[in-house]
């Protein structure tokens, strides 16, 4: 059964004048609900759909890293993605000029007053836990804010693309027009429980990525990304750009990376000790690659993945022979629990698990976006993987 589909107009104002800026929220507020019901309860228009082979699963992920790394376009993009603080709403103005230039100015945000407070008082925390810090030395909470970022489906590794391929199946079906732009729909999804779904629309003519769902493992909306307006002339893509080089809220995505690969003796000596590896892993799961947190040699983590899904190991020398009165303050929403003696803090952050322990003078922090139960069976083999190594020595 098709579902009735009707070519939707955007809802918002030329970006490009300033004055009009101010009505994004209303505008959003009366056309995003509809639609966001549209796009979590109705999996898409489905002509000619078919399942595809690994093979030309491989050759669309080769079409779209190609695309991105040649096609230069301008434009529009809505943002809706899940916060602490409930459903946020973005619009940005997104400049990709490769190879160098992939920008973003965030146009309007709904709520944006109270999204400033926020702000301002997260400043003020983060001051406060730097003085902390200067103090007391580093904590362990901080690896919180090291989330799994959210990776585009078009710079994936050769090792993810084959871990993806293993692990997932594709569907490919004509899509709906997206900003003028006719589409092909690829959906994304597991061949295991508890694993995230991806939906993807692409340009016909250039497989630009238009649209983005990521739903979570429990099968709820969490993310979604959709070009209400988009250009691909390289020659207005560069004027937009030069007459924006020195708007100090043009964001450059492309920069130095917050952590560097490590290799196994490497990681040893940062830690004074072994590197501890679960050994136990959710099945389609592997270790991608070992890598330290620059300016903070000591961390090391491990990553993870499934080629979608991710979760990460972080180990740090224990410096301090208790964390709980630190942690007292920031346990609200979490639970801890008992594995092997040794008692682990579980909480929840966005749409990820993160876990805290310490074991054989380690201090470890789980992030992953599994569910909670597969995750602690990951920990309790890390903390009996700490035992036999300390036994071995």
Same mark, same amino acid.
């Given at each position: 059964?098709?579902?009735?589909?009707?070519?939707?107009?955007?809802?918002?104002?030329?970006?490009?004048?300033?004055?009009?800026?101010?009505?994004?929220?209303?505008?959003?507020?009366?056309?995003?609900?509809?639609?966001?019901?549209?796009?979590?309860?109705?999996?898409?228009?489905?002509?000619?759909?078919?399942?595809? +082979?690994?093979?030309? @699963? *491989?050759?669309?992920?080769?079409?779209?890293?190609?695309?991105? =790394? $040649?096609?230069? %376009?301008? &434009?529009?993009?809505?943002?809706?993605?899940?916060?602490?603080?409930?459903?946020?709403?973005?619009?940005?103005?997104?400049?990709?000029?490769?190879?160098?230039?992939?920008?973003?100015?965030?146009?309007?945000?709904?709520?944006?007053?109270?999204?400033?407070?926020?702000?301002?008082?997260?400043?003020?925390?983060?001051?406060?836990?730097?003085?902390?810090?200067?103090?007391?030395?580093?904590?362990?909470?901080?690896?919180?804010?090291?989330?799994?970022?959210?990776?585009?489906?078009?710079?994936?590794?050769?090792?993810?693309?084959?871990?993806?391929?293993?692990?997932?199946?594709?569907?490919?079906?004509?899509?709906?027009?997206?900003?003028?732009?006719?589409?092909?729909?690829?959906?994304?999804?597991?061949?295991?429980?508890?694993?995230? +779904?991806?939906?993807? @629309? *692409?340009?016909?003519?250039?497989?630009?990525?238009?649209?983005? =769902? $990521?739903?979570? %493992?429990? &099968?709820?909306?969490?993310?979604?990304?959709?070009?209400?307006?988009?250009?691909?002339?390289?020659?207005?893509?560069?004027?937009?750009?030069?007459?924006?080089?020195?708007?100090?809220?043009?964001?450059?995505?492309?920069?130095?990376?917050?952590?560097?690969?490590?290799?196994?003796?490497?990681?040893?000596?940062?830690?004074?000790?072994?590197?501890?590896?679960?050994?136990?892993?959710?099945?389609?799961?592997?270790?991608?690659?070992?890598?330290?947190?620059?300016?903070?040699?000591?961390?090391?983590?491990?990553?993870?993945?499934?080629?979608?899904?991710?979760?990460?190991?972080?180990?740090?020398?224990?410096?301090?022979?208790?964390?709980?009165?630190?942690?007292?303050?920031?346990?609200?929403?979490?639970?801890?629990?008992?594995?092997?003696?040794?008692?682990?803090?579980?909480?929840?952050?966005?749409?990820?698990?993160?876990?805290?322990?310490?074991?054989?003078?380690?201090?470890?922090?789980?992030?992953?976006?599994?569910?909670?139960?597969?995750?602690?069976?990951?920990?309790?083999?890390?903390?009996?993987?700490?035992?036999?190594?300390?036994?071995?020595?």
């Amino acid at each position: 059964m098709k579902h009735p589909t009707r070519k939707l107009s955007s809802p918002f104002p030329n970006t490009e004048q300033p004055g009009n800026r101010t009505q994004f929220g209303s505008h959003v507020i009366v056309w995003l609900f509809p639609a966001l019901l549209v796009f979590a309860l109705l999996i898409g228009y489905t002509e000619n759909a078919s399942s595809g +082979t690994p093979e030309e @699963f *491989i050759e669309v992920l080769r079409r779209l890293a190609s695309a991105e =790394d $040649e096609t230069s %376009y301008s &434009g529009a993009r809505l943002i809706v993605f899940h916060t602490p603080r409930g459903l946020t709403v973005r619009e940005d103005l997104v400049i990709h000029h490769p190879p160098e230039v992939d920008a973003v100015k965030v146009l309007s945000i709904i709520g944006r007053e109270h999204f400033d407070k926020h702000r301002e008082n997260e400043h003020l925390k983060r001051k406060d836990r730097r003085e902390r810090r200067r103090s007391r030395g580093d904590r362990l909470s901080d690896r919180r804010r090291m989330l799994p970022p959210r990776k585009r489906i078009s710079n994936l590794s050769d090792e993810e693309i084959k871990l993806l391929v293993q692990n997932y199946r594709f569907h490919l079906s004509r899509g709906a027009a997206i900003a003028g732009e006719e589409t092909d729909e690829i959906k994304i999804y597991p061949q295991y429980e508890d694993r995230p +779904t991806k939906r993807l @629309f *692409i340009a016909r003519r250039n497989d630009i990525v238009l649209r983005v =769902d $990521e739903f979570d %493992y429990t &099968g709820h909306l969490r993310f979604m990304a959709l070009f209400t307006r988009i250009e691909f002339d390289r020659e207005k893509v560069e004027a937009t750009l030069a007459e924006l080089k020195n708007d100090e809220k043009l964001i450059f995505k492309k920069g130095e990376r917050q952590s560097l690969p490590i290799k196994g003796a490497e990681a040893e000596k940062a830690l004074e000790g072994r590197l501890v590896q679960p050994t136990y892993l959710p099945t389609g799961f592997r270790l991608l690659d070992t890598r330290y947190i620059k300016r903070r040699s000591s961390t090391v983590f491990l990553r993870y993945s499934d080629g979608l899904a991710t979760f990460s190991l972080f180990e740090r020398k224990g410096k301090h022979k208790s964390h709980d009165h630190d942690r007292g303050s920031r346990r609200r929403g979490g639970k801890t629990i008992t594995r092997h003696d040794v008692p682990i803090h579980v909480m929840r952050q966005h749409h990820t698990h993160i876990l805290e322990w310490s074991n054989s003078g380690v201090d470890f922090t789980l992030i992953g976006e599994l569910d909670a139960s597969e995750l602690i069976k990951v920990a309790e083999s890390a903390i009996l993987a700490s035992r036999n190594d300390i036994k071995k020595e």
